[in-house]
């Protein structure tokens, strides 16, 4: 089965500094996509970013980017300029290529200080 | 574009009461999620609905959760009776279809059970 790890329950960030959120995961499937999610307070989860597995490139979005190293199974993401908008919890999850069901992480919760 | 729609936001019931969420997904959306997240992980997948029919509802506790999405729009999610360990925010997400990568998520229903 699927498995998703999130080891850091907690990180803080100065406001404009970098943070980097980590994400392991398990899987014998050699085609899949991952996720990180980000939940403010309001429990509303939206899609920060995601990463088809196939694809060599991290991606980018913005101020959110992501290191995706296949074969260590790693997937962390990195906030840079961070801003006081970005505290909340951040959630990483995995989907399987011939699946629509999710597998999330616990979670890291961000703490932006001004 | 509107977005998904949960309510109530929030519900304190004791246990062995009888409790009923209601989700409204974005327009179109032929997939429906709802999730369980219990305070400290990560949401749970309970049942997976694509127009009116049941996907997946393999980690759905059916001796007192059952859901339904009889017109394949709106849905229900029931809990009776309710049990402690039923305490957590119960998330609700739409898709246009199922090999959509993003599912878009509700504010959630925060339920105590006392």
């Known amino acids: 089965a699927q498995t998703v790890t999130q080891s850091q329950p907690e990180m803080s960030v100065q406001e404009a500094e970098t943070v980097t959120l980590s994400c392991t995961y398990d899987?014998?499937?050699?085609?899949?996509?991952l996720f990180w999610y980000k939940q403010p307070p309001s429990r509303q989860m939206i899609l920060v970013i995601r990463q088809e597995a196939y694809k060599q490139q991290n991606a980018t979005e913005n101020r959110f980017s992501v290191n995706f190293q296949k074969a260590a199974k790693s997937f962390s993401l990195k906030i840079s300029d961070s801003q006081l908008g970005d505290a909340a919890m951040y959630f990483c999850a995995y989907r399987g290529s011939n699946t629509d069901k999710l597998i999330f992480g616990t979670g890291t919760r961000l703490q932006v200080f001004p | 574009e509107a977005g998904v729609a949960q309510s109530p936001r929030y519900k304190i019931i004791e246990k062995r009461q009888s409790v009923a969420f209601w989700c409204n997904p974005i327009s179109g959306h032929a997939t429906l999620y709802w999730y369980q997240q219990i305070l400290g992980q990560g949401p749970k997948l309970l049942i997976q609905?694509?127009?009116?029919?049941?996907?997946?509802d393999s980690q759905l506790p059916k001796d007192r959760f059952s859901a339904e999405r009889l017109k394949g729009v709106d849905s229900t999610l029931k809990i009776q009776p309710a049990k402690l360990e039923d305490s957590a925010v119960y998330l609700c997400?739409?898709?246009?279809?199922?090999?959509?990568?993003?599912?878009?998520f509700g504010p959630g229903t925060r339920l105590t059970v006392t």
């Open positions: 609905f694509q127009n009116n029919g049941v996907v997946d």
């Open positions: 997400a739409s898709t246009l279809h199922p090999t959509q990568e993003m599912q878009y």
């Open positions: 899987t014998s499937e050699s085609d899949y996509y």
